[in-house]
């Protein structure tokens, strides 16, 4: 297989989550790779920076300012894709939030929020994107954001893990589902990465939590939203043409499940 399993010019991607972190440099490589990329967040400046990078380097984006909650907008935005580039060939399901609260703390309120976002914004978008590949004949790639909260029991990270143990579960039940359209569905599952959502208010304290996380992974480290996108990018291209239904894990070595 040759490098050019990796390029994607001539295909349209949707990028939720895109306005900053492992969704804007994902947005900003599919697009280097040669993909026209529209991007979607509820952040409309730090969406408007991510279109400006990437046209700025030669590329073709656009922006959908929308909440992935919102289903009509979502289905918008897909549409927009398909006016613009005749088919969707790459969804990217990204978008999400963090929560952190105990068990015995955690409020009907916080798993409401944290199952919308992180649960059924991913699902909406995979419906969207299939409905519509399915529509054009389109062979083409879904990608679910889990997390490496969905191999281990982290204190404090309840709704979070468990909206992200669905998204698992969604990826291969659609790739099940789907794969006889030539489909494929499969889903990242990032270790600790160092992005606007995981950061801190207090920044000894973020050190501090970065160090106790390092010592946790062979690699000594936590990771970067850079490297997170290029497992997207894999997961997106013809480098992944026989992989359906599987969770691909750059994590560090924090877990190492069968």
Known sequence: MSLAAYDLTGRTALVTGAAGGIGRATA???AQAGAAVHCADLDEKGLNRTTGLIREAGGEAWAHPLDVTDRPALAAAVASAVRTGGSL????AIAGVMHRSTVLETQDADLDRVLDINFKGVLHTCQ????SMIGTGTRGSIVTMASGAVDTGSAELLCYGAAKAAVVQLTKTLAAEIGRHGIRVNAVAPGWVRTPMTERDDA???RRVEATLSRMSPLER????QEIAHAVLHLASDASSFTTGQILRPNGGVAMPW
Do not use: N
């Open 222 to 225: 936590v990771g970067e939203a």
């Open 89 to 92: 060939h790459i969804a990217a």
């Open 128 to 131: 969207e994107a299939a409905r």
């Open 204 to 206: 000894a304290g973020q």
């Open 28 to 30: 900003v490589l599919l």
